[in-house]
């Protein structure tokens, strides 16, 4: 066997075996980053669907809070509304008292006023009970 003969197969071999471990090495090299990116896809995805659920929750709970306090601010409205309206009717219960009584006492005074005037018509006892002093 001749040495050049030998070296030149040995170097085809060789050549050989590096070119099946580069293709080999490049599709390693793919299915790495494939399962590296899967992997990383999952976490992030699962990562996601869990900060999605808690701030659903917070979103939840803030609403639940904005609720109750709305209607705790609603009812205080109400109660002061009701409480005005009270003071409203009350006070214009006492200005419908005040006009029908100051009208009564007005019309006592043009009365005796006119029976000043006619004192001589009416009864002495009467004149007596309604005249000025």
Known sequence: MDIGLFLEVLSRIVSLVLAILALSGFMFRRWISAWIED???RRIET???KLKH???LEVEQKKAELTKEVEKYRREVDDHVRRSSRIYDKKFEAYELF???YGRVIAELYALQS???EGSQIGPEI???YRPA
């Open 39 to 41: 992997r990383f896809k």
């Open 47 to 49: 990562a996601l669907l």
């Open 54 to 56: 808690e701030y659903t």
């Open 99 to 101: 006009d029908s009584e």
């Open 115 to 117: 029976m000043n005037a």
């Open 127 to 129: 004149w007596n009970a």
